[in-house]
């Protein structure tokens, strides 16, 4: 069994900055693609950041350089730091994790991700 618990998720300022934190127990998952996920309430869960075990990243196109996914297999510790918010970036953000995975495969298709956290809140004021 894989638990992912994702924290750091809360309230900003538009232009602020928040970092999230998803750890995993469990298993080591430094041979699992780790991902970033966000969701609004009646929308489909969309692919925010994903980073796979040779250290290759591919972001959603609306993050515009602004977010950073970064792992830490040491610590099955992955993290998402999200600079120059904006309204439009709220929404409930979750952790995955996939194996072999491609990422643009893991992406863009929830499904093929194998483990899911169960998210944190994110809002922006504007």
């Known amino acids: 069994r894989v638990d992912l618990v994702e924290s750091g998720g809360g309230s900003a300022e538009s232009g602020g900055s928040l970092k999230l934190t998803c750890v995993a127990s469990?298993?080591?998952?430094?041979?699992?693609?780790m991902a970033w996920f966000r969701q609004v309430s009646g929308k489909e869960r969309e692919g925010v950041a994903i980073?796979?075990?040779?250290?290759?990243?591919l972001y959603g196109d609306f993050v515009e350089g602004r977010f950073t996914i970064a792992r830490d297999d040491a610590t099955d510790t992955t993290y998402l730091q999200m600079n120059n918010l904006k309204p439009e970036d709220a929404a409930t953000y979750y952790c995955?994790?996939?194996?072999?995975?491609?990422?643009?495969?893991?992406?863009?298709?929830?499904?093929?991700?194998?483990?899911w956290g169960k998210g944190v809140l994110v809002t922006v004021s504007s």
């Open positions: 995955a994790a996939g194996r072999n995975v491609s990422p643009y495969a893991g992406l863009t298709v929830p499904g093929n991700m194998d483990y």
């Open positions: 469990g298993y080591h998952l430094k041979s699992y693609a």
């Open positions: 980073v796979v075990p040779s250290g290759t990243v």
